[in-house]
């Protein structure tokens, strides 16, 4: 790899600020500028090169599915090519419609969730997702009068970036710690999350989204996750177990003998959700399980 692409690929690694269809769009420019200075006088020199790039994207952020995704795409798309132009052209098209793929499934779900968000209801979130972000802002635009309780998502405090963003289009919101933000759920008509990935197990969303869910339930207050289909993780793939942060994070010089665990995300069953919202409307659990069966594994992204 060269220095620009091991440059690009440590500044995705050390962002932990963007949400995955971000984090997804920086991965596909790292393609596309792969294909346009690749001089491989072969196929397979190509091949191995997205192989190389697409594990170290993948690794960069193992919980977020849309890399997943979008490296098992350029994959799948090399197969039929004959020749290194072709298979250029191939990787350039495929990241291509994944990009666009990613705001057409955007605008879908944004105007979907229009219908579930009530007139001058409250709604909770919980850090921050640009899938959340774009729908509300729709419905802002709908003229849908609503306020938005933004849990902050510590320790990275991703959720005070998204209550900047939604104060600065005029969204009425106001911030609160993670254990508020669960004790308040009694008081919203609705809780909308993103997703870092979905599978048969469950969601995969920032730490504290079970606990919302499980208050949700408590509550009888519906909760959805805004999640396309590019979040789904392929079955077979196999994600890595989740790796501890930076203690320093939730305690700065902690004395001796304190131990730290600072974990990003959590797992929360689909059965605690009310519905899973994607590009093809509000869909059930069993939607998604069969979605899920017909999804295809490349098989070099079937180990590591």
């Known amino acids: 790899m060269d220095s620009f692409t091991l440059q690009a690929i440590a500044a995705i690694a050390e962002d932990s600020l963007s949400g995955a269809v971000e984090v997804a769009e920086k991965s596909a420019e790292v393609f596309q500028r792969l294909v346009r200075t690749d001089h491989s006088p072969q196929k397979d020199g190509l091949v191995q090169q997205v192989l190389d790039v697409g594990w170290a994207l993948i690794r960069a952020h193992p919980t977020m599915a849309p890399l997943v995704n979008l490296v098992n795409g350029v994959l799948w798309r090399l197969e039929g090519a004959a020749s290194a132009d072709e298979a250029r052209r191939k990787v350039a098209d495929a990241t291509g ?153 939730v305690w700065d010089a902690a004395p001796p003998g304190v131990r730290i665990t600072n974990l990003y995300y959590d797992l929360t069953p689909l059965s605690a959700l009310a519905g899973i919202v994607t590009e093809q409307g509000v869909q059930p659990a069993e939607g998604i399980e069969a979605w899920l069966a017909v999804t295809r594994l490349h098989p070099a992204l079937q180990q590591a």
């Open 97 to 249: 419609d994944f990009k666009r793929w990613l705001r057409v499934h955007e605008a879908a779900i944004a105007e979907t969730a229009l219908r579930l968000i009530p007139e001058d209801g409250q709604i909770l979130t919980n850090g921050r997702s640009t899938t959340v972000r774009a729908a509300l802002r729709h419905a802002q635009r709908a003229g849908r009068r609503f306020r938005v309780v933004c849990a902050e998502g510590r320790p990275g405090c991703e959720g005070r970036a998204l209550a900047s963003e939604l104060a600065a289009a005029g969204v009425e919101v106001t911030l609160v710690i993670d254990a508020l933000a669960v004790a308040m759920v009694p008081q919203m008509q609705v809780v909308l999350v993103g997703a870092d990935y979905l599978d048969g197990n469950g969601l995969v969303n920032k730490v504290g989204t079970y606990a919302i869910a499980l208050a949700a339930g408590a509550s009888k207050v519906p909760m959805y996750t805004l999640c396309g289909s590019e979040k789904f993780l392929p079955p077979g793939y196999v994600p890595p177990a989740q790796a501890l942060w930076p203690a320093e994070q």
